[in-house]
């Protein structure tokens, strides 16, 4: 069973010696286990220093196109290698490389398709209290939207299967990590949750720029996750609130006409229409939403039998 290790990376020169220097050679279950790093269009010698400190495979985009684009490179990459499991980890030595076996094994056992790892986030001291909310609540909202019992759902330390790695599709720029998830657990692909731990920061984030950053992010990526993956549920809620707006407008325009009071509150009467309008018409686009998404679902299933029959012509990866 072969093993690739991938290891996005965008300007990471100083941090990958640290970085590669706790990634292990053996892994039990694994006969071969190999490195793969995506360098994505970095402006240093990440490229270089990949190469010189013995990594397998180097995977190198002309230009920087985000880390969504780099895991899926990573995962191209990957399957045409011939991994039969593929570990994805971040290049500033966020996880510990230690528990690279928790994750493999219960692939190895055949318990799990893909497993995440789940950070100690509580005890995290470099997470704001807000973040740790934040965390807590995003990974609540992809639990119920996919399904699973993932217990953090942004962690991008995780391994999954041949298969799974074909089967996954982001169309998010920001990152792969929710998206795939919603994806597996809509797929009926057994997912598994390992507790794992951290290592000190080597550096500040850089997928954020600050809190309101990435405060703003979250909830347009939560609020997304359910207009793309939940879609008639999240429209009949919208249909819904604006349904019931004009409802009450429209009832206390009744009360108060019945009362003698009515020609003063005209704005009642426009209120309810149009917010019940907007309702309705909230209600039919959750149909046409619906539609789209199983047509989606179908294009993700073409897209996956096309890669089981491009992986078995043999396409390799320049390395």
């Not at 920087?64 to 990573?74: I, P, W």
Request: some cysteine.
């Amino acid at each position: 069973m072969k093993l690739v290790i991938q290891v996005p990376c965008y300007n990471e020169a100083a941090a990958l010696p640290t970085t590669l220097a706790q990634l292990p050679r053996e892994v039990p279950g694994c006969d071969l286990v190999e490195w793969l790093v995506i360098d994505d269009g970095s402006r240093d010698d990440t490229a270089a220093v990949a190469r010189a400190l013995g990594v397998d495979h180097v995977v190198r985009h002309q230009s920087n196109r985000g880390l969504a684009a780099a895991f899926m490179t990573g995962l191209e990459a990957a399957i045409a290698l011939g991994a039969d499991i593929v570990l994805n980890t971040d290049a500033d030595n966020q996880y510990d490389a230690r528990d690279i076996p928790l994750l493999v094994a219960p692939i190895v056992r055949g318990e799990a398709d893909l497993v995440v790892g789940a950070r100690p986030i509580a005890s995290t001291a470099h997470f704001s209290w807000l973040k740790k909310k934040l965390q807590r609540l995003g990974s609540m909202v992809v639990r119920l939207a996919s399904g699973t019992d993932v217990e953090d759902a942004p962690s991008g330390f995780r391994a999954m299967t041949r298969d799974v790695a074909m089967r996954l599709n982001v169309f998010n720029g920001y990152t792969y990590t929710i998206e795939t998830l919603i994806q597996a657990g809509r797929s009926n692909i057994r997912v598994l949750s390992v507790p794992v731990r951290t290592n000190p920061d080597l550096r500040p984030s850089r997928l954020v720029r600050g809190m309101f950053d990435y405060v703003g992010r979250s909830l347009a990526t939560i609020v997304r996750i359910f207009a793309t993956y939940r879609s008639l549920t999240f429209f009949w809620l919208v249909s819904l609130a604006f349904t019931g707006v004009g409802l009450i407008a429209g009832i206390r325009y009744l009360i108060l006409k019945a009362m003698g009071f009515g020609e003063g509150h005209v704005q009642s009467v426009i209120l309810a229409a149009a917010c019940v309008t907007i309702g309705l018409v909230t209600f039919v686009l959750g149909f046409l939403a619906d539609l789209i998404s199983v047509n989606r679902r179908l294009l993700e299933r073409i897209e996956w039998r096309l890669r089981r029959l491009e992986s078995r012509d043999g396409m390799r990866p320049d390395d």
